[in-house]
C-alpha cells in the first residue's frame, strides 16, 4: 500500500500546521504511523491522497450515520448554494429544524443552533448557571464536552489521547468550578451535592459516554441522577453530541427514558456540515438572549447551507425510523462476529457495545468507568489499529474513542471487516 502522497503532505503540514492537523487525534500519535490525508468518501468507503480505498467506521466521528456522500444530502446543500450562502439574518429553515428537533428530541422545547459541539456544551453551561444563579458544576471523568475551559479537567477523547486530560491554559479560578465524579456512581454525586449545598447549578454528562471510548450506563443511574436533580434544583444536561439522533431518533434520553433539563446536540444534526445546538426546557431556553439576560451569539450560527444538510438529515432520520434498527442489526452482527473470533482464539478482551457505537477494549475486565477505561492495553490497540489499517479498515486512531457505524455498511462488508479483525488480532498476538 503506497501512502507517499499522504506521507509527503504530513511532512508539509507540519511547518504551517500545529502538529501538521487541525484536531489532535487526527495525527495519529497514539498509534504510530502518519496520518492519512483523504480525497474524498463515498458510502462506506474513503480513499486517501493516494487513492487507497478504506471501510470506514468513524464516519466523520459520528455525522455521517447514512454514509458519506449521500445523493440526498448533497442534493440539499446544492440547491441551497444556488441562493447564497450567509445572510446573518433569519431564514425559514432555522424554524423548520428547531420544530423538527423539538418534535425528536424528548427534552427539547425550545433550541439554539450554534457551530460546533463545543459551543453548545459552552452555552449550555452558561445558561444553567444563569438560570440557577450558581457557579459550580459536575462533570465526569473522561467524558469529553469539548474543548471549552471549564471541561477540560480530567477530559476524555482526544485530551486523554494526547495526555493532557487536564489542559495548561485553563485557570485555576475556571478549574475550581467543575467539580469531578467518576461515571457510573451516584455515591460520588451525592457526597458532592452534599459538599457544595445550593452551590451546583449543572450535572452534565454524556449519558452514554464515547469519548473514553464507549461505555454503557449501569441499570438506575441516569434515572438516579434526574431524582438528584430534582431534589436538589439542579439542571440535568444530557450532552447528546454523539448519541443524539443515533441511539435512537430522540437519542439515549428516548432510548433509556429519562429526560433531562437541557440537551446539547452536534454531529449528525449537521448532515456532515458544521453545526451543534442546544436546547431545553422553555423556562430555562428563555433566559438566553433576546429573550433573556444570558448572552451567547454567532455570525455563522442557522447559516443556510448548513441548516438545508441538517433538515435533509434530520427529515430523513424522522421520516424512516427503519434507520435505527437497520444500525442497531449492523451493531450486532459485527460485534457478534467479532465476539465469536476472540472466542475461538480463547482471547476474553471486553467489547462495549450499543446499536451502531461499539469499542474494543484490550483488556479482559469489565469497563464502566474511566479507570477501568484505562486498564486497556493501548500499545496492543496501536498494533490492531494498524493491522486493520493495512487490511484496508480505518478505526478511529486512538483506544479511547467509539466507533460509529453507517446504514453504508452492508453484510459483505461487516463480513470482510470480521474476517480483517480475525487476521490482525491473530497478527498482533503473535
Ligand atoms: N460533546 C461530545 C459528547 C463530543 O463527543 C464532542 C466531540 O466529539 C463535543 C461535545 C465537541 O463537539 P465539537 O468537536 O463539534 O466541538
Known amino acids: 500500500m503506497r501512502k507517499d502522497r499522504s506521507k509527503a503532505l504530513f511532512e508539509k503540514a507540519k511547518q504551517f500546521i500545529p502538529g501538521g492537523v487541525n484536531s489532535p487525534v487526527r495525527a495519529f500519535r497514539a498509534v504510530g504511523g502518519d496520518p492519512l490525508f483523504i480525497k474524498r468518501a463515498d458510502g462506506a468507503f474513503i480513499y486517501d491522497e493516494d487513492d487507497n480505498a478504506y471501510i470506514e467506521l468513524i464516519n466523520s466521528w459520528g455525522p455521517m450515520i447514512l454514509g458519506h456522500n449521500h445523493p440526498m444530502i448533497r442534493e440539499a446543500i446544492v440547491r441551497a448554494l444556488e441562493n447564497g450562502t450567509s445572510f446573518g439574518a433569519p431564514t425559514a429553515r432555522e424554524v423548520e429544524i428547531a420544530e423538527l428537533i423539538i418534535s425528536m428530541v424528548p427534552s427539547v422545547e425550545k433550541v439554539r443552533m450554534v457551530n460546533s459541539g463545543t459551543e453548545a456544551t459552552m452555552s449550555a453551561i452558561r445558561v444553567a448557571r444563569g438560570f440557577t444563579g450558581r457557579d459550580k458544576f459536575i462533570k465526569m471523568e473522561g467524558h469529553y464536552h469539548g474543548h471549552g475551559d471549564s471541561f477540560l479537567i480530567s477530559a476524555g477523547s482526544g485530551a486523554i489521547t494526547m495526555g493532557n486530560p487536564d489542559s495548561p491554559g485553563v485557570t485555576v479560578?475556571?478549574?475550581?468550578?467543575?467539580?469531578?465524579?467518576?461515571?457510573?456512581?451516584?455515591?460520588?454525586?451525592?457526597?458532592?451535592?452534599?459538599?457544595?449545598?445550593?452551590?451546583?447549578?449543572?450535572?452534565?454528562?454524556e449519558p452514554v459516554p464515547g469519548n473514553m471510548g464507549l461505555v454503557l450506563p449501569k441499570p438506575g443511574y441516569l434515572e438516579g441522577l434526574r431524582k438528584i436533580c430534582d431534589r436538589e434544583g439542579i439542571v440535568l444536561i444530557f450532552d447528546e453530541v454523539m448519541t443524539g439522533f443515533r441511539l435512537a431518533k430522540g437519542g439515549a434520553q428516548e432510548l433509556f427514558g429519562v429526560t433531562p433539563d437541557m440537551t446539547t446536540l452536534g454531529k449528525i444534526i449537521g448532515g456532515g456540515m458544521p453545526v451543534g445546538a442546544y436546547g431545553g426546557k422553555k423556562e430555562i431556553m428563555d433566559f438566553v438572549s433576546p429573550s433573556g439576560p444570558v448572552y451567547q451569539a454567532g455570525t455563522l450560527s442557522g447559516n443556510p447551507i448548513a441548516m438545508a444538510a441538517g433538515l435533509a438529515m434530520l427529515r430523513h432520520l424522522d421520516s424512516h425510523p427503519e434507520v435505527f434498527s437497520q444500525l442497531n442489526a449492523i451493531g450486532d452482527s459485527l460485534v457478534t462476529g467479532f465476539r465469536s473470533v476472540l472466542d475461538e482464539l480463547g482471547l476474553n478482551f471486553t467489547i462495549n457495545q450499543l446499536g451502531s457505537m461499539y469499542t474494543l477494549f484490550f483488556t479482559d475486565q469489565e469497563v464502566y468507568d474511566f479507570e477501568t477505561a484505562k486498564k486497556s492495553d493501548t500499545a496492543l490497540f496501536g498494533r490492531y489499529f494498524q493491522a486493520?489499517?493495512?487490511?484496508?479498515?480505518?478505526?478511529?486512531?486512538?483506544?479511547?474513542?467509539?466507533?460509529?457505524?453507517?446504514?453504508?455498511?452492508?453484510?459483505d462488508l461487516v463480513g470482510k471487516i470480521v474476517t480483517a479483525h480475525g487476521e490482525s488480532i491473530i497478527e498482533v498476538m503473535g
Do not use: C
Open 173 to 205: 479560578g475556571t478549574a475550581k468550578d467543575t467539580l469531578l465524579a467518576p461515571y457510573n456512581s451516584l455515591e460520588a454525586i451525592e457526597s458532592l451535592v452534599a459538599a457544595n449545598p445550593n452551590e451546583i447549578a449543572a450535572i452534565i454528562l
Open 388 to 411: 486493520m489499517l493495512s487490511r484496508g479498515i480505518y478505526l478511529a486512531p486512538s483506544q479511547y474513542e467509539s466507533l460509529f457505524l453507517s446504514t453504508a455498511l452492508t453484510e
